[in-house]
């Protein structure tokens, strides 16, 4: 996946970008950008959603740079006029979408902020909290194979390497988005808080 990448979280024209070919490994990756200073990321090629691994990698790397507070550009190809955008809603909104779509992309970006579904973790536990559908879901995880699983997704694995009963016990509440042949585990681990500590 080729990506521009820029030390200003709003690039000027002035600024000059850097080019980077990411691999397959988007958590750790987005964690070594954000460490070496990058702020903002653009994706050279739209996202489209299918079951292709591409897919995945790169709706991960989305997940992970918001999760550290770095901007992303982006564009979204959708091949199914049916598909349910606000599964995606917590990702920064693409600039544009096309492809067989009636996405607005004017709605996505007015409903949209940071930290609308997170998870964070505790001595074996999970706590999850999703406000994509507009109210807030709280949902504790403490079964410690779920647990498990829902660290494994959060950490890149493959969906198809988790027991089918988590799966679907994460699909059924939409933490884990299937979309066709793509399942994609949703909730982001929150790294930086997005509002001062004394705000109230």
Not at 139 to 146: F, I, R
């Amino acid at each position: 996946m080729r990506v521009l990448l820029h030390e200003s979280a709003v690039p000027s024209v002035a600024e000059r970008s850097t080019t980077a070919v990411l691999g397959t490994d988007p958590v750790t990756e987005a964690a070594e950008l954000f460490g070496k200073g990058v702020r903002a990321v653009v994706l050279r090629e739209p996202v489209r959603l299918g079951g292709r691994a591409e897919t995945a990698v790169a709706l991960t790397l989305l997940r992970e740079l918001g999760a550290w507070g770095v901007s992303c550009r982006w564009e979204l190809r959708i091949d199914d006029p049916g598909l349910d955008w606000t599964a995606l809603s917590h990702l920064p909104p693409p600039r544009r979408v096309f492809g067989r779509s009636a996405v607005d992309t004017s709605a996505w970006s007015a409903a949209w902020f940071p930290c609308k579904c997170v998870q964070r973790e505790g001595p074996g536990f999970l706590q999850i909290r999703d406000r994509r559908a507009g109210a807030m879901e709280c949902y504790t995880v403490s079964d410690p194979e779920l647990v498990h699983a829902a660290r494994r997704l959060a950490n890149g694995a493959a969906p198809a390497g988790i027991p089918d009963e988590a799966r679907e016990r994460f699909a059924n509440t939409g933490l884990l988005v299937r979309v066709g042949s793509l399942e994609w585990w949703a909730p982001a681990r929150v790294r930086r808080w997005p509002v001062p500590a004394m705000a109230v």
